[in-house]
């Protein structure tokens, strides 16, 4: 069985700060995958990015960037110079077998404001 | 890219009716659709596992006489959520896993359900 903990209910950073967010999972399986989503109050979740778990390398898309460590058990994920519009709640998520199914965590709300 | 698409938006019913959501991947197949509830300020939780062709699989404490699932295309899933009740009120959101790779999961934008 498959359990994300997101610790950080909610993080309020004034714009242009840095935020990280911090994910821990849990899992049994040799293979898996790890997933960060963003959920805006629109409601609909935007995929931000996808690792396995033989990938250890760090990512960098632009403001975001992720760090895996496998022998902590943490994927966590860096806003750089935060923008209003980076205001959602944030979901890690982890799947390891083959039918994909997804076990998120709690969530964190970011608000970030002006 | 992969667009899911469900309808209705949002709906309200009245207690003891029948609710159906739709779930349908626009430009790619689909042989494995999710479908996830999310109540308000917390997270997504899996429902079942839909399979076209065959029968929806639920996850535990789910009541599959009461959402009742059908795959019946690789690009149509329905949700039906059979005489709603005020606590079934929730976000429910399907995913669609495209047939070329497993981990390619997209999400619909979500059907908001309020039951009065």
């Known amino acids: 069985a498959q359990k994300v903990t997101q610790a950080q209910t909610e993080i309020s950073v004034v714009e242009k700060e840095d935020v990280t967010l911090d994910c821990v999972y849990e899992t049994r399986d040799t293979t898996y995958y790890l997933f960060w989503y963003k959920q805006p109050p629109s409601g609909e979740l935007v995929f931000l990015i996808r690792?396995?778990?033989?990938?250890?390398q760090n990512e960098i898309s632009g403001r975001y960037s992720w760090n895996f460590q496998k022998s902590t058990s943490s994927f966590n994920f860096t806003i750089t110079a935060s923008q209003v519009v980076d205001s959602a709640v944030y979901f890690c998520a982890t799947a390891g077998d083959s039918w994909g199914k997804l076990q998120f965590g709690a969530g964190t709300q970011v608000v970030v404001t002006p | 890219g992969a667009v899911v698409s469900q309808h209705p938006s949002w709906v309200i019913c009245k207690s003891g009716t029948s609710v159906k959501i739709e779930c349908r991947s626009l430009?790619?197949?689909?042989?494995?659709m999710f479908w996830y509830r999310q109540f308000p300020k917390q997270s997504l939780m899996l429902m079942a596992t839909?399979?076209?062709?065959?029968?929806?699989?639920?996850e535990q404490g789910v009541e599959k006489d009461k959402f009742l699932i059908n795959h019946a295309s690789l690009t149509l899933s329905t949700l039906t959520v059979t005489s709603a009740h005020p606590e079934d009120s929730s976000f429910y959101i399907c995913?669609?896993?495209?047939?070329?790779?497993?981990?390619?999961?997209?999400f619909g934008p979500g059907t908001r359900l309020t039951v009065t």
């Open positions: 995913s669609a896993r495209d047939q070329t790779g497993w981990y390619e999961q997209y």
């Open positions: 690792r396995n778990s033989f990938d250890e």
């Open positions: 430009d790619f197949q689909a042989t494995t």
């Open positions: 839909s399979n076209e062709g065959s029968k929806a699989t639920y």
